[in-house]
């Protein structure tokens, strides 16, 4: 990490290059020659990570119906405040038509089920730990006091369970004391007070060192923030709403989720095996946890609220009709709510962890026709999304206003008081590899950066492999990419950034609303639990 001139990065050792090319592919290429080749990579990027093998026959595409998510309902409304109750429990689920997956869930269900709040009406949300593991649950997006952030080491401990030690391991604070944990047992409250734009956010697992594998076994829901401006604009609504959540995911031969792990357990030992070192792909494609699914629609604009919830893959997502025609994707809004104005694409990337918020019109395709949701980076069956089925005929009286919104922050370059650089790339961690952020592995013991409340800075971040950035608590504004403009899927408040290989994006923020110690990190979700996460102290 560097402030001005000050760079630090050169305190990381090289990998060998007889290790780094034994890692594979682009991420052994960069280890050994750095980011010049990262940034002739940029041309064309590859997919960071390598894609398990499942071991059971495969559905066909575009059969199962797409599920979607329950909502929860509030247990209490009293005192101006909604309660919410969540157990996370061990289930299972039929996933592929008759085989029977074991998961960890929130609530018995893959997705978790849904909250949906309103702008400004504070909730509070109790999870309960009945898993075999400790557990953290962290608002993804969500502008949210430090204390109920869900920071990886604030840990829920089963029950059985009395120690909050770190597990032993090759780095990223594996066994380190941090004397700022907050450790409970069995429940935590989560207190979330809402005072933001309504969007779409998710929420997830973001234990220390195992966020990857518990995300992969299900640990995961969508929470939609809602407000009486965005209702007045008339958009899709009611069933035309859909929210999306892709993943992607392996099963082995017993039916269950395969998953790289050292340490099967979760327990003791994090980590994945060699060859996914740079990201673990699943060879199915799920959205609301069903495989390659179908949904009938009928002849009238629908809005999708899209989340990769994936761990490593990224997506480049076109709607295609069977007559070959591919269908404007209308952008109106990104991870942290509304755009000021519509952006239409043809093609829209979306990398792990990040939201669109895209209408797609169905009022031109025939009923009885189809339209294929597809990933261009996808190879094989991971080139298949899911489809909509135009079921009949209908009148539509939704529309999509020229104005979004008019709320959005305008922060200048010259409103700022700082500017930072970050890289993002691998190097050695205990003599091991890891994932660094300005050649340092994460630390819960040590503040990165410290930022004074209210503060506007520019971050340069810049990257060797693909590395989606996320900062908690705030959301910010992409001014460029490789020193260009930014690209037309950057508009907008967003809180997660896609860093491609080799390239280098700055953004601005203002460090608002709340005092304490946060997080910004990789959200590939390996990269996250071998080291590439960072403290940010807001005083």
Same mark, same amino acid.
């Given at each position: 990490?560097?402030?001005?001139?000050? /760079?630090?990065?050169?305190?990381?050792?090289?990998?060998?290059?007889?290790?780094?090319?034994?890692?594979?592919?682009?991420?052994?290429?960069?280890?050994?020659?750095? %980011?010049?080749?990262? =940034?002739?990579?940029?041309?064309?990027?590859?997919?960071?990570?390598?894609?398990?093998?499942?071991?059971?026959?495969?559905?066909?595409? @575009?059969?199962?119906?797409?599920?979607?998510?329950?909502?929860?309902?509030?247990?209490?409304?009293?005192?101006? +405040?909604? #309660?919410?109750?969540?157990?996370?429990?061990?289930?299972?689920?039929?996933?592929?038509?008759?085989?029977?997956?074991?998961?960890?869930?929130?609530?018995?269900?893959?997705?978790?089920?849904?909250?949906?709040?309103?702008?400004?009406?504070?909730?509070?949300?109790?999870?309960?730990?009945?898993?075999?593991?400790?557990?953290?649950?962290?608002?993804?997006?969500?502008?949210?006091? !430090?204390?109920? *952030?869900?920071?990886?080491?604030?840990?829920?401990?089963?029950?059985?369970?009395?120690? =909050?030690?770190?597990?032993?391991?090759?780095?990223?604070? &594996?066994?380190?004391?941090?004397?700022?944990?907050?450790?409970?047992?069995?429940?935590?409250?989560? /207190?979330?007070?809402?005072?933001?734009?309504?969007?779409?956010?998710?929420?997830?697992?973001? #234990?220390?060192?195992?966020?990857?594998?518990?995300?992969?076994?299900?640990? =995961?829901?969508? &929470?939609?923030?809602?407000?009486?401006?965005?209702?007045?604009?008339?958009?899709?609504?009611?069933?035309?709403?859909?929210?999306?959540?892709?993943?992607?995911?392996? @099963?082995?031969?017993?039916?269950?989720?395969?998953?790289?792990?050292?340490?099967?357990?979760?327990?003791?030992?994090?980590?994945?095996?060699? +060859?996914?070192?740079?990201?673990? %792909?699943?060879?199915?494609?799920?959205?609301?946890? !069903?495989?390659?699914?179908? &949904?009938?629609?009928?002849? =009238?604009?629908?809005? %999708?609220?899209? %989340?990769?919830?994936?761990?490593?893959?990224?997506?480049?997502?076109?709607?295609?009709? *069977?007559?070959?025609?591919?269908? *404007?994707?209308?952008?109106?809004?990104?991870?942290?709510?509304?755009?000021?104005?519509?952006?239409?694409?043809?093609?829209?990337?979306?990398?792990?962890?990040?939201?669109?918020?895209?209408?797609?019109?169905?009022?031109?395709?025939?009923?009885?026709?189809?339209?294929?949701?597809?990933?261009?980076?996808?190879?094989?069956?991971?080139?298949?999304?899911?489809?909509?089925?135009?079921?009949?005929?209908?009148?539509?009286?939704?529309?999509?206003?020229?104005?979004?919104?008019?709320?959005?922050?305008?922060?200048?370059?010259?409103?700022?008081?700082?500017?930072?650089?970050?890289?993002?790339?691998?190097?050695?961690?205990?003599?091991?590899?890891?994932?660094?952020?300005?050649?340092?592995?994460?630390?819960?013991?040590?503040?990165?950066?410290?930022?004074?409340?209210?503060?506007?800075?520019?971050?340069?971040?810049? !990257?060797?492999?693909?590395?989606?950035?996320?900062?908690?608590?705030?959301?910010?504004?992409?001014?460029?990419?490789?020193?260009? +403009?930014?690209?037309? &899927?950057?508009?907008?408040?967003?809180?997660?950034?896609?860093?491609?290989?080799?390239?280098?994006?700055?953004?601005?923020?203002?460090?608002?609303?709340? #005092?304490?110690?946060?997080?910004?990190?990789?959200?590939?979700?390996?990269?996250?639990?071998?080291?590439?996460?960072?403290?940010?102290?807001?005083?």
């Amino acid at each position: 990490m560097r402030e001005h001139d000050e /760079d630090r990065s050169g305190r990381a050792q090289g990998l060998s290059r007889r290790r780094a090319l034994s890692i594979g592919g682009a991420l052994g290429l960069v280890a050994v020659t750095g %980011l010049s080749t990262a =940034a002739a990579l940029a041309r064309r990027p590859s997919i960071t990570g390598a894609e398990l093998r499942s071991a059971v026959p495969l559905p066909p595409a @575009f059969q199962v119906p797409l599920p979607l998510p329950a909502v929860l309902a509030p247990v209490s409304t009293s005192g101006g +405040a909604d #309660r919410y109750e969540i157990t996370q429990r061990e289930a299972s689920a039929e996933i592929l038509p008759g085989v029977k997956t074991p998961l960890w869930t929130y609530e018995g269900a893959f997705p978790g089920p849904t909250i949906e709040s309103r702008r400004g009406r504070p909730i509070t949300v109790t999870h309960r730990n009945e898993l075999p593991v400790p557990t953290v649950m962290h608002l993804h997006g969500g502008h949210t006091p !430090a204390a109920s *952030d869900g920071y990886p080491t604030d840990l829920v401990l089963p029950e059985g369970r009395h120690d =909050a030690a770190m597990p032993a391991g090759h780095g990223s604070g &594996h066994g380190m004391d941090d004397p700022r944990a907050v450790v409970t047992h069995l429940t935590r409250d989560h /207190d979330f007070p809402l005072d933001q734009r309504p969007t779409l956010l998710w929420y997830h697992d973001h #234990r220390m060192d195992f966020t990857a594998p518990a995300i992969w076994r299900g640990l =995961a829901g969508l &929470h939609i923030v809602r407000d009486d401006a965005e209702d007045d604009l008339g958009l899709p609504a009611g069933r035309r709403e859909l929210p999306l959540m892709i993943t992607d995911r392996a @099963f082995g031969a017993d039916g269950g989720l395969a998953y790289p792990a050292l340490d099967p357990t979760l327990r003791e030992r994090p980590g994945v095996r060699e +060859a996914y070192l740079a990201g673990v %792909l699943g060879d199915v494609i799920l959205v609301n946890g !069903a495989p390659w699914p179908v &949904h009938e629609v009928d002849t =009238a604009r629908h809005r %999708l609220r899209v %989340l990769n919830a994936s761990n490593a893959r990224h997506y480049e997502l076109e709607a295609v009709a *069977d007559d070959g025609r591919r269908l *404007d994707l209308v952008q109106i809004g990104a991870d942290q709510g509304l755009l000021a104005a519509p952006v239409t694409h043809r093609l829209l990337p979306i990398a792990p962890a990040e939201r669109y918020d895209v209408i797609i019109d169905f009022s031109g395709v025939p009923a009885g026709g189809r339209v294929r949701l597809l990933n261009r980076l996808g190879v094989g069956r991971t080139r298949d999304v899911m489809a909509f089925q135009v079921a009949r005929q209908a009148t539509d009286d939704s529309r999509i206003p020229r104005t979004l919104s008019d709320d959005l922050p305008a922060w200048r370059r010259s409103d700022a008081v700082r500017v930072r650089d970050f890289s993002f790339r691998t190097g050695r961690m205990d003599g091991d590899h890891g994932w660094l952020i300005g050649g340092l592995p994460f630390d819960p013991a040590r503040t990165d950066v410290t930022v004074r409340l209210g503060d506007v800075e520019v971050w340069r971040l810049v !990257a060797d492999v693909h590395h989606p950035v996320h900062l908690h608590l705030v959301g910010f504004r992409v001014l460029s990419r490789g020193g260009r +403009a930014p690209l037309p &899927h950057d508009a907008g408040l967003k809180d997660t950034v896609s860093l491609r290989p080799g390239e280098a994006v700055e953004i601005i923020t203002r460090f608002d609303g709340y #005092r304490g110690r946060y997080l910004f990190h990789c959200h590939n979700a390996e990269h996250e639990d071998m080291g590439m996460m960072a403290n940010l102290e807001i005083i």
